[in-house]
T-cell receptor, first 116, second 112 residues
Framework: AQSVTQLDSQVPVFEEAPVELRCNYS??????LFWYVQYPNQGLQLLLK??????LVKGINGFEAEFNKSQTSFHLRKPSVHISDTAEYFC??????????????FGTGTRLQVTL | ETGVTQTPRHLVMGMTNKKSLKCEQH?????MYWYKQSAKKPLELMFV???????ENNSVPSRFSPECPNSSHLFLHLHTLQPEDSALYLC???????????FGQGTRLTVV
């Protein structure tokens, strides 16, 4: 079984400032890692995913995340945020053995609030 | 239309009503899912259909009844719901064995 912890329920940040959204996971098996974004009144959209290879992955809208196996973390970063990045961000994992979209375990989400 | 479409977007129902949520995907996927999103809680996977067969039911009460008549359509039939069932219900689809799930915009359900 897996679990995902997003310690920050809300992160306020000024426009053009950098941001990091934290994600830690717990699993007895190897996992794949994902970040999804949910804009107001919308469904979830995949930002980026880590399957294998380089531990630094780049996604859409200028976001990137780094997989750290020793710290069981997959923090999301953006060097300069925009007002339009205001949304809810969800970290998720899936078991490498089954490894399909049907086995996603989500965190509780982090609300990113960007202001002028 | 493209992607995953859910109807209705909003639904208010009494505890004795019967209603259905509809999901349609235009992506050619062969797996579909229902998730429940409640405030301050992680998304909860309710049901998984793969190749039109239910492959997962995560201890969901029987007042929720899914139906998958074909690989493009998924329904969630609701009856005698409780106020705590009020939530955003999200439908998603993927290719079986694939890593990315595509989500619909959700149905905001309020049980009164």
């Amino acid at each position: 079984a897996q679990s995902v912890t997003q310690l920050d329920s809300q992160v306020p940040v000024f426009e053009e400032a950098p941001v990091e959204l934290r994600c830690n996971y717990s699993s007895s098996v190897s996992v794949y890692l994902f970040w999804y974004v949910q804009y107001p009144n919308q469904g979830l959209q995949l930002l980026l995913k880590y399957l294998s290879g380089s531990t630094l992955v780049k996604g859409i809208n200028g976001f990137e995340a780094e997989f750290n196996k020793s710290q069981t973390s997959f923090h999301l970063r953006k060097p300069s945020v925009h007002i339009s990045d205001t949304a809810e961000y969800f970290c998720a994992v899936s078991d490498r053995n089954t490894g399909t979209a049907s086995k996603l375990t989500f965190g509780t989400g982090t609300r990113l609030q960007v202001t002028l | 239309e493209t992607g995953v479409t859910q109807t209705p977007r909003h639904l208010v129902m009494g505890m004795t009503n019967k209603k259905s949520l509809k999901c349609e995907q235009h992506l050619g996927h062969n797996a579909m899912y229902w998730y429940k999103q409640s405030a301050k809680k992680p998304l909860e996977l309710m049901f998984v259909y793969s190749l039109e067969e239910r492959v997962e039911n995560n201890s969901v009460p029987s007042r929720f009844s899914p139906e998958c008549p074909n690989s493009s359509h998924l329904f969630l039939h609701l009856h005698t719901l409780q106020p705590e069932d009020s939530a955003l219900y999200l439908c998603a689809s993927s290719q079986e064995g694939g890593f990315e799930a595509f989500f619909g915009q959700g149905t905001r359900l309020t049980v009164v």
